[in-house]
């Protein structure tokens, strides 16, 4: 009876250990992989916002600046074309102060220095 608990403890051992070396192996061969992929995510989520805003920006600003130099050449008191103005003036102007507050300089600092930017995402992994 000793022997048969002995037996399966020691198989027990070896099939938890034998896993352990199996999930370490796992991880080393594919932490390259994640670290690549983690980067080129960071990568699009720091440059896809600003891009967005500043796109909105200049489509509103190039409606604004079209519809100006319409009602210069236009004589007639047109309402429509001075709503148009004063909304896609606003909407310019929020989507520059939006794209200049989502501007983040991290896309460089993985461009640059990507060893860098994983110890620093270490380091705010830890601290969470």
């Given at each position: 009876m000793e022997k048969n608990l002995e037996l399966?403890?020691?198989?027990?051992?070896?099939?938890?250990?034998?896993?352990?070396?199996?999930?370490?192996?796992?991880?080393?061969?594919?932490?390259?992989?994640?670290?690549?992929?983690?980067?080129?995510?960071?990568?699009?989520?720091?440059?896809?916002?600003?891009?967005?805003?500043?796109?909105?920006?200049?489509?509103?600003?190039?409606?604004?600046?079209?519809?100006?130099?319409?009602?210069e050449y236009n004589t007639e008191y047109n309402t429509k074309q001075e709503v148009i103005c004063i909304f896609t003036g606003i909407l310019g102007f929020i989507t520059t102060m939006a794209s200049l507050f989502s501007m983040n300089l991290k896309w460089l600092q993985i461009i640059i220095a990507p060893k860098l930017y994983l110890i620093e995402y270490a380091a705010e992994l830890i601290k969470q």
């Open positions: 399966a403890l020691i198989n027990v051992i070896e099939k938890t250990t034998s896993g352990v070396e199996q999930g370490v192996k796992f991880l080393s061969e594919q932490t390259p992989d994640i670290i690549n992929q983690l980067l080129l995510y960071k990568m699009c989520f720091y440059t896809i916002v600003p891009v967005v805003f500043i796109t909105l920006s200049v489509v509103f600003w190039g409606i604004f600046f079209k519809n100006i130099k319409d009602t």
